[in-house]
């Protein structure tokens, strides 16, 4: 196998399409079944299944696709490592929430694209949850995340900002005006809606517990600008990053409870695995968020 058969394999198990994939590849579906083909003939395991409709990945598909990944990243490390020229080039991908994008990235990525303009940036943007989950899979090279209360041995983490998190209510309706006891917001009475997973939901949850109230949860969302949008159209009390509800359309529309309880802010900031930090072009944008400290 080489390079290019595994960069068409990793095109294929992101689309899981011929036609789309192909096109992608620049090839034409039939070369591009003949490369898989020989690549499944080399493992001596089906990597992918199909039929007339549909295309998905095997168990051994989806292990080939970490390895996949991981000898991408090995490959351009060994490239941009060799290059004769001084200047960084090659390829970063980062992720980050929408949030994110808006608030904490701009300068960074304005002053990195400047010193570097021959490294070609890939921005995906998705659920803030998710972060951590795909740098460690080899996904991206850095991300945007939230630190988690137990980082993972394999994951780097540079504080960006601190973030408080906030109780919100809608400004009108039947849950305007929450419950009190004696003046502080009453989580026992309150109708909350709350998110999936993500530290807001753990902070909450342990803050729960240590209390022994048994919440009134009427809605659980992913992500926090869903939650938001829930809250404002009166579906109860919520709990977000305060700088997510400073870059929300909505920000007008939902009152900030003050007399709520405090949880413990968290950290927002770079991650990225060990592997990714040997490359060039990661470790440059590392250090420029480090000096903008």
Not at 28 to 44: C, D, K, M, V, Y
Not at 119 to 148: M, S
Not at 181 to 198: E, I, W, Y
């Amino acid at each position: 196998m080489n390079i290019h058969e595994l960069n068409s394999f990793l095109i294929l198990a992101e689309a899981l399409h011929f036609g789309q994939a192909s096109r992608t590849c620049n090839l034409s579906p039939s070369a591009l079944t003949r490369s898989i083909q020989r690549l499944e003939e080399e493992i001596g395991q089906p990597l992918f299944t199909r039929d007339n409709r549909n295309v998905a990945l095997t168990p051994a598909g989806e292990r080939f696709k970490i390895y996949a990944l991981r000898a991408r990243s090995d490959w351009n490390s060994l490239r941009e490592s060799l290059r004769e020229e001084p200047d960084i080039a090659g390829t970063l991908s980062i992720y980050a929430s929408i949030t994110a994008v808006y608030s904490l990235l701009p300068g960074l990525l304005e002053t990195y694209r400047a010193a570097h303009p021959q490294v070609q940036l890939e921005l995906n943007t998705g659920a803030a949850e998710q972060a951590v989950d795909q740098v460690l899979a080899g996904e991206i090279d850095l991300a945007v995340a939230a630190l988690p209360d137990r980082p993972a041995l394999r994951i780097e983490f540079l504080p960006l900002a601190e973030i408080p998190l906030i109780f919100i209510a809608p400004v009108s309706g039947e849950f305007a005006d929450p419950p009190r006891s004696r003046g502080q917001l009453d989580l026992s009475k309150a109708p909350l809606v709350l998110p999936r997973n993500g530290l807001s939901r753990t902070r909450l949850d342990k803050w729960l517990k240590k209390k022994t109230i048994f919440p009134d949860i009427r809605s659980e969302v992913s992500g926090n600008e869903a939650l938001i949008a829930m809250v404002r159209l009166g579906c109860g009390i919520g709990i977000v990053p305060q700088l997510v509800l400073e870059r929300s359309p909505f920000r007008d529309e939902v009152q900030i409870l003050g007399n709520a309880p405090k949880l413990d802010p968290y950290s927002v900031g770079l991650c990225a695995t060990k592997r990714s930090l040997t490359r060039p072009a990661v470790q440059a944008f590392w250090n420029l968020a480090e000096q903008a400290q």
